[in-house]
């Protein structure tokens, strides 16, 4: 809608304001509501199909380009005031339903998917609440932009939700590797030590022999435990 100077302008004046504390989410939804309000007033006097179909564009381009200020940690840092502009785009499009329901899916969906999914549950609940009451087949058409407001929500916290699934797979899958290293290394010294069995049986019994009874002091147990026991085995066959 507007060239990369035009919207460096635009991102410099909201950090201004920001820092005399005037309320952006008042001043977002005061342009989306002028947009809107133009595109419905061409609506009304038949200005023409493609003006119409322009009014409207222009709108969701406003709507996406102010939504686009909050993005990465500035969601969580400004949450507040996209919640502010999703609800007070609720209440705008209540105001007149169902003939203003098209401003949920064209100026506020785009705010309502930068929410978390907790917020974005309740802003649901809000929605599906005012619609208790209300039988939606009497106008169908008029009310096709809310459900595409409410599916498009639904799909960002499956969405959402599945990406959480997936972390959480690979972090469980990290956590079991060293577990498998662990058990690698325990076989590995398993079969040295055997390995060492072997080489003692099969080179070391001619020099344990001329040991006679020498019991080495700094042996472990287990190993003393073997040395005599081939020994007694020795002097079993001697006498024989």
């Given amino acids: 809608m507007h060239g990369p100077s035009v919207t460096e302008v635009i991102k410099n004046l909201i950090t201004c304001l920001r820092k005399t504390e005037d309320d952006i989410s008042s001043i977002y939804m005061e342009s989306l509501k002028r947009g809107y309000q133009r595109y419905e007033s061409e609506l009304s006097c038949d200005g023409g199909e493609s003006r119409v179909e322009k009014c409207l ?4 381009e406003l709507a996406g380009r102010l939504s686009g200020m ?14 502010s502009v999703v609800k007070e785009g609720v209440e705008f499009a209540f105001r007149d339903a169902p003939k203003q329901m098209l401003f949920l899916e064209v100026a506020i969906l ?66 079991g590797r060293p577990k498998k290293r662990a058990e690698t290394e325990r076989k590995r010294l398993f079969d040295e030590e055997s390995g060492s069995d072997d080489d003692e049986s099969i080179s070391g019994g001619s020099d344990k022999e001329d040991k006679g009874d020498f019991v080495d002091e700094d042996a472990p147990l287990i190993e003393t435990i073997r040395s005599a026991a081939r020994r007694r085995a020795v002097r079993g066959e001697r006498s024989k």
Wanted: net charge neutral.
């Fill in 70 to 83: 909050y993005v990465g940690a500035a969601r969580n840092k400004h949450r507040l005031e996209i919640l």
């Fill in 57 to 60: 564009q222009v709108c969701r």
């Fill in 110 to 175: 785009p705010f309502a998917t930068r929410l978390s999914v907790p917020d974005i549950i309740d802003i649901k609940r809000e929605v599906q609440g005012r619609m208790v009451h209300v039988n939606t087949d009497e106008d169908p058409s008029g009310w096709r932009p809310c459900f595409t407001f409410l599916e498009t929500l639904e799909e960002k916290c499956l969405k959402t939700e599945d990406v959480q699934d997936d972390k959480e797979g690979v972090a469980v899958k990290r956590k």
